[in-house]
Nanobody
Framework: QVQLVESGGGLVQPGGSLTLYCVAS????????MGWYRQAPGKQREMVAT???????NYADSVKGRFTISRDNAKKTVYLQMNSLKPEDTAVYYC???????????WGQGTQVTVSS
């Protein structure tokens, strides 16, 4: 019984920055990984970045060096700092939580990110 709520999406110009937030509520305990996935119209959903409860991160090649994922375990929150945004970053971004032992998965409703001049 976990709910994920994303926020922080919006419209930005190419080269701009944006921070996404995802807060988990309900009964959840470590270890669990959290991550961000995105899907653009006409494209497949793809992993953007993930982070384990211990702080290990993984990024898609397309965002390495530009995006940073972090988390606050006390707040059950994951963040995605996006810099040097490109039009191809335009997509709906979804928050994900996966418990590493019980293997249950939860998804947020998504937040729209649009990069355009």
């Amino acid at each position: 019984q976990v709910q994920l709520v994303e926020s922080g999406g919006g419209l930005v110009q190419p080269g701009g920055s944006l921070t996404l937030y995802c807060v988990a509520s309900g009964s959840i305990s470590p270890p669990y990984a959290m991550g961000w996935y995105r899907q653009a119209p006409g494209k497949q959903r793809e992993m953007v970045a993930t982070i384990t409860s211990g702080g290990n991160t993984n990024y898609a090649d397309s965002v390495k060096g530009r995006f940073t994922i972090s988390r606050d375990n006390a707040k059950k929150t994951v963040y995605l700092q996006m810099n040097s945004l490109k039009p191809e970053d335009t997509a709906v971004y979804y928050c994900n939580l996966e418990h590493k032992i019980f293997r249950y998965n939860y998804w947020g409703q998504g937040t729209q990110v649009t990069v355009s001049s």
